[in-house]
């Protein structure tokens, strides 16, 4: 199993910056890649930024130029930096570990931005 605690959501004014962690413990060497997913109130959950194993990222469209995913093998964290947020990046952020046959997911933390 892979356990997963983000951290770092909130509420910030449009154009401002958050930084997400997600700390994971557990099964950490069976993680083929983490990633970060939206769910905003009556959508779909949605991919964000996800980062393998080797390093590789890809970005949803909607966040690319603003948002980085990042990660620390020693600490076994990954992070978001949302810089330059809109009202529209405003949901529920989850992370996600990958592990081929399996997911797991964390809790999620808040991020609201205001106009």
């Known amino acids: 199993q892979v356990q997963l605690v983000e951290s770092g959501g909130g509420l910030v004014q449009a154009g401002g910056s958050l930084r997400l962690s997600c700390a994971a413990s557990g099964m950490i060497s069976s993680i083929a890649a983490m990633g970060w997913y939206r769910q905003a109130p009556g959508k779909q959950r949605e991919l964000v930024a996800r980062?393998?194993?080797?390093?590789?990222?890809n970005y949803a469209d909607s966040v690319k130029g603003r948002f980085t995913i990042s990660s620390d093998n020693v600490k076994n964290t990954v992070y978001l930096r949302m810089n330059s947020l809109k009202p529209e990046d405003t949901a529920v952020y989850y992370c996600?570990?990958?592990?081929?046959?399996?997911?797991?997911w964390g809790r999620g933390t808040q991020v609201t931005v205001s106009s």
């Open positions: 996600n570990a990958d592990l081929r046959v399996l997911n797991y």
């Open positions: 980062i393998t194993r080797g390093g590789s990222t």
